[in-house]
């Protein structure tokens, strides 16, 4: 299990900052509970509605099974991004599978910036 350091993240566009994870020499890339993951796709959601092209905004989705005998959720974390399509809709989304620590990667490719990194 590779060694991570907590930290807060922001992205233009999102309001608030977030809990995530982060490697030692990694420039801050991102990973994020579940918990955190929710949360950031609350924002993404909302944002979306917001914007006079819906379609324009990417947007993180938490779609979840009902609980199992043990307690535990399980969760499917999809990624929209309707720019990126090239052969239809189903291109515009993406699964996000979570790392070996639980950890999931979201917006690989967006801008965020650490409030603290402390490393």
């Known amino acids: 299990m590779q060694h991570l350091t907590s930290t807060r993240v922001t992205l233009p566009g999102l309001e608030g900052s977030y809990e995530a994870y982060v490697a030692p020499g990694r420039d801050c890339s991102p990973l994020f509970t ?40 399980a969760a499917i974390v999809v990624h929209v991004d309707w720019c990126a399509q090239t052969d239809g809709d189903a291109d515009a989304a993406r699964i996000v599978t979570p790392n070996g620590n639980g950890l999931y990667p979201l917006g690989t490719d967006w801008q965020w910036a650490p409030v603290a990194c402390r490393q």
């Open 34 to 73: 579940l918990d955190t993951t929710r949360k950031i796709a609350a924002e993404t959601q909302k944002v979306a509605a917001a914007s006079r092209d819906p379609r324009s905004a990417e947007t993180i989705h938490v779609l979840e099974a009902a609980p199992a005998a043990a307690g535990q959720r």
